[in-house]
């Protein structure tokens, strides 16, 4: 069974830094692609960035919301997608998920998700 | 960046009802969308890809048809458990993977 399970989340200041984790298990994570979104309270979905299999180049897209403060990364050895997050705004409060893809072409469906995990930035 | 406008952002409708929900991207994506169906308080779900494919597992009366610009999603009877909020999303990974506004389904 296909199981994401976010982790990480927390009360922080703004301005300070957090990381968030994604260890994934049920299938073999190396072969495949990542992405990180998260929502707002009462907001809609957001895109952060995504990662794609080293198969793949292992190449890096982040929204340009978020260029320059967030990073994802992928540890293929323990299953693990990594969301580091840094310069952190009350705007950055949301519930962040991470989802698999499964690439078709050039094209990527999010086909398992995980249950989210809620950053919330406040003084 | 591709902007997605979905139309309308909420709807009110019977069970058994027909119901449509347009994705409208303000440049060309061929068939590169997808649709999510968010339940309160849950994780979205995939529901649709490559425009009209319908997920494994999902309900036959949820489809999808369009290309280009212009997308929809047709649920051809509403059911209760319906009642959510759905998402277009944009799945051409050389692009912003950028979602429309969401579409909020509720049951009269």
């Known amino acids: 069974e296909v199981q994401l399970v976010e982790s990480g989340g927390a009360l922080v200041q703004p301005g300070r830094s957090l990381r968030l984790s994604c260890t994934a298990s049920g299938f073999t994570f190396g072969d495949f692609p990542m992405s990180w979104f998260r929502q707002a309270p009462g907001k809609g979905l957001e895109w952060i960035g995504f990662?794609?299999?080293?198969?793949?180049?292992?190449?890096?897209q982040h929204a340009a919301s978020v260029k320059g403060r967030f990073t994802i990364s992928r540890d293929d050895s323990k299953s693990i997608a990594y969301l580091q997050m840094n310069s952190l705004k009350a705007e950055d409060t949301a519930v962040y998920f991470c989802?698999?893809?499964?690439?078709?072409?050039?094209?990527?469906?999010?086909?398992?998700w995980g249950q989210g995990t809620l950053v919330t930035v406040s003084p | 960046d591709i902007q997605l406008t979905q139309s309308p952002s909420f709807l009110s409708a019977s069970v058994g009802d027909r119901v449509t929900i347009t994705c409208r991207a303000s440049q060309g994506i061929s068939s590169y969308l997808a649709w999510y169906q968010q339940k309160p308080g849950k994780v979205p779900k995939l529901l649709i890809y490559?425009?009209?494919t319908l997920q494994s597992g999902v309900p036959s009366r949820f489809s999808g048809s369009g290309s280009g610009t212009e997308f929809s999603l047709t649920i051809s009877s509403l059911q209760p458990e319906d009642l959510a909020t759905y998402y277009c999303q944009q799945i051409n990974t050389f692009l912003p993977l950028t979602f429309g506004g969401g579409t909020k389904v509720e049951i009269k």
């Open positions: 490559a425009a009209s």
């Open positions: 990662i794609r299999s080293e198969a793949y180049g292992g190449t890096i």
């Open positions: 989802a698999r893809g499964d690439v078709v072409g050039v094209s990527c469906r999010f086909d398992y």
